[in-house]
């Protein structure tokens, strides 16, 4: 999934109460006077604080300062939950994980909400001061306590007696307005309000889709971190209790509802399917179709990002995301929850740092003691003792080599010299044992004689023959061997290349997703600015008109009390 | 190397400390921020908190390079815990069942806390109220049984 916000900006500002320090090394730290908190981690405002000051405030802005708080901290969600140091503004809940699993949608989020909602009206809610029912300009409503400072989405049970009342009333409203056509309806309600109340049957077409979200996403208060998730229509599913909820009382108004709304209005505006946005994210996204990478390809560019980035595979996963250094990637966010980036660093780097070991053991293979029998062929002679020779060549490397010690190069002298007075033929046998003792993975056919095995090269026995007849008693060896089993060094270049054609499928896979996602945003942004565009112009000419003549319309509603039990409304059956 | 690095009594340290030097040191510096941080406005029960806090992150940074990782080399290991990288009784209780997030290990000492049982932070989540926010005193653990 794509987790576009992710581009770091500038650092917003820092929530109330929390204080940026500098510690005597350089570090920032953050220490809040009123909790005695202090963290590393720079606090993430949370959007209720200061959003819910403002009044009148806004649900989508909430969102929106979320939104430019950016994404959240990478390294909320990795350190020890267990600690307030680094996760004090973390719940206990597991929700961060189903956030981030849904995080695909931020970007879109983005761009439908961003021009478009705000508050146009509060009502109080008769009997359940201090409540207030607010409308927003897109016709969805959210109750606000003004007392608490709270906002919900969803309407809590007790609300909904003094909501239905608060809509009845506005039905008989409208049926009046209707009755009399010239009559506008206030300007503080929503013109479209009413056909929220219609819709309230048709919601449940929609239960079926359902399944993939649980219930948990239905309770979602704005003013929480997680406010976001309302703002995505298609995501707010709805349980069978809603839908019960909603046949019995036409109160709840949900993302359908919302979709809904818009497509009504959409077709009410003349605008064409497509010009407005439908809300339908899910099947444009399926539209857009091919582009999920699948769960090994996501896990493998993550990997190819930390094989990219040199990061070192011995730091702790804690420090790798607080340098922030793998965050701008794309692949980052082809893993979409913190638990998955860090159950792959941790098999990347266990994998990693067992392939530097192999490495470096082979490296450790050029044995100190193969240039050293290399310089006893050379120059070693029965007429030398050990203390002459050594005095001779004391300032040769070979001798001076301190990963050999001086008792090693004595007993190797001495052996060798004593060696020296072996007949040949012995020599001979010798050699011939030591180059059959080695396995065919290490000595076969394709040796070449100037790369022979450590193994052969650092054993006293092969230095103990003059080189020529040396070598040639090796080469025919060599020859009569048969070939390496399993030809391993092909093999090795054949799975590289293999693994590099793999390498450029995945990051070509990323690359179209990218691409078609990004435009198919611009596509649905387009849209949107259009229909909104449009829905706004034709806004202000309706409230226009019905800034006409308030007075009327009291007058029209006394009128209508007296006669609301003998008509009764066509919308409320 | 440089030659005076260490108190001259000090050996070098095993081969493989190159690798994990500069994390170690990273260590180091949040550790020696943590003990120069001016304590005015923390209560006094809270002024050991990052100290703890980063141990713990430091020994668990050994105990996975080791255990988990296999990393370093029994030798390196057994050096780091000698010189004061890794708190190796905090990391034999980890290896015990039931203790393998433990937090500190003043955390299971039953005589200093109030209740004469182990800390507030050792009781799993799933036997606690949904939200209720646990900060134990002694290290400001936020829960570190091994079912959390
Ligand atoms: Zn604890
Ligand atoms: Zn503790």
Not at chain 1, 95 to 122: C, E, L, M, V, W
Not at chain 1, 364 to 370: A, G, N, S, V
Request: proline share 7%.
């Amino acid at each position: 999934m794509l987790k576009s916000t992710h581009k770091s900006v500038a650092p917003p500002p820092l929530p109330e109460g929390w204080t940026e320090h500098k510690a005597p090394t350089g570090h920032s730290y953050y220490y809040n006077a009123a909790t005695k908190q202090s963290t590393y981690t720079r606090p993430n405002p949370p959007p209720a604080a200061s959003i819910l000051q403002s009044t009148p405030f806004d649900p989508s802005q909430s969102f929106l300062q979320y939104q430019t708080i950016g994404s959240p901290k990478p390294s909320a969600g990795v350190t020890s939950d267990r600690f307030p140091l680094q996760s004090h503004l973390q719940g206990r809940g597991a929700f961060h994980g189903q956030k981030a699993g849904r995080g695909g949608h931020y970007g879109s989020r983005n761009t439908r909400a961003q021009p478009t909602d705000k508050p146009i009206s509060r009502h109080p809610i008769p009997g359940c001061e201090p409540w207030v029912l607010v409308h927003t300009k897109l016709g969805r409503r959210f109750v606000y306590n003004s007392q608490k400072d709270e906002s919900f989405w969803r309407i809590p049970d007790k609300l909904k007696e003094g909501i239905l009342a608060l809509d009845q009333l506005r039905i008989k409203e409208k049926a009046k307005a209707q009755q009399i056509p010239t009559e506008p309806t206030p300007a503080t309600i929503a013109p479209s309000a009413i056909d929220q109340l219609d819709k309230a049957g048709r919601g449940d077409e929609k239960i079926g889709d359902g399944e993939l979200d649980s219930s948990e996403y239905e309770e979602v208060e704005v003013t929480d971190d997680e406010g976001e998730d309302d703002e995505n229509p298609p995501k707010r599913q709805r349980t069978g209790d809603d839908a019960q909820d909603e046949q019995s009382e036409p109160v709840e108004f949900n993302e359908d509802d919302i979709a809904y709304q818009l497509a009504a209005m959409g077709e009410e505006y003349g605008l064409d399917p497509g010009e407005y946005d439908d809300g339908n994210m899910d099947e444009w996204k399926e539209g857009v179709g091919g582009l999920e990478l699948t769960e090994e390809d996501s896990i493998a560019l993550f990997k190819d990002l930390l094989n990219d980035s040199g990061v070192n595979p011995y730091s702790p996963w804690e420090k790798i995301v607080e340098e922030g250094k793998l965050v701008d990637d794309t692949r980052y966010t082809t893993l979409t929850t913190m638990k998955a980036r860090k159950e792959t660093w941790d098999e990347w780097s266990r994998d990693k740092i067992k392939q530097l070991r192999a490495l470096r053991a082979k490296e450790e293979k050029k044995d100190p003691r193969i240039p050293y029998l290399t310089f006893l062929q050379n120059h070693a002679t029965p007429k030398l003792y050990w203390p002459e020779f050594k005095r001779k060549f004391k300032k040769e490397p070979e001798m001076r080599d301190s990963s050999l010690a001086d008792k090693d190069r004595e007993k190797f002298y001495r052996e060798h010299i004593s060696r020296l007075k072996l007949p040949q033929s012995s020599l001979k046998a010798d050699l011939i044992a030591l180059l059959q003792a080695q396995p065919l993975s290490a000595l076969n056919n394709a040796t070449i004689a100037s790369h022979l095995p450590p193994a052969v090269l650092s054993d006293i026995r092969y230095i103990s023959l003059a080189s020529d007849t040396r070598d040639m008693v090796i080469e025919s060896h060599i020859q009569s061997l048969p070939p390496p089993p399993g030809s391993t060094e092909e093999e090795d270049s054949e799975e590289a290349a293999k693994a590099r054609m793999d390498k450029l499928r995945r990051q070509k896979a990323l690359e179209d997703r990218e691409r078609k996602v990004a435009e198919e945003k611009r596509r649905q942004q387009r849209h949107l600015e259009f229909g909104k565009g449009r829905l706004r112009e034709e806004e202000a000419e309706i409230a226009r008109a019905m800034n006409v003549t308030k007075k009327g319309l009291r007058d029209h509603l006394v009128e209508a009390d007296s006669t609301e039990k003998a008509t009764e409304n066509p919308h409320d059956g | 190397m440089p030659a005076i690095r260490h108190a001259s009594k000090r050996k070098a340290p095993p081969a493989g400390f190159s690798d994990i030097e500069d994390d170690l040191l990273v260590f180091s510096n949040k550790m020696k921020d943590a003990e120069n941080a001016s304590s005015d406005n923390v209560p006094r029960h809270q002024v050991l908190w990052p100290i703890f806090q980063i141990s713990h992150q430091r020994s668990r940074y050994v105990y996975d390079l080791y255990y988990e990782k296999e990393a370093i080399s029994k030798e390196l290991y057994d050096w780091l815990l000698k010189n004061g990288y890794a708190d190796a009784m905090l990391i034999a209780k980890w290896k015990k069942t039931g203790y393998e997030k433990l937090c500190c290990l003043k955390c299971v000492q039953t005589k200093e806390t109030n209740f004469n049982s182990t800390c507030i932070c050792r009781v799993p989540k799933a036997q606690m109220k949904e939200d209720q926010v646990v900060e134990c005193v002694s290290c400001g653990c936020r829960g570190c049984a091994s079912s959390d």
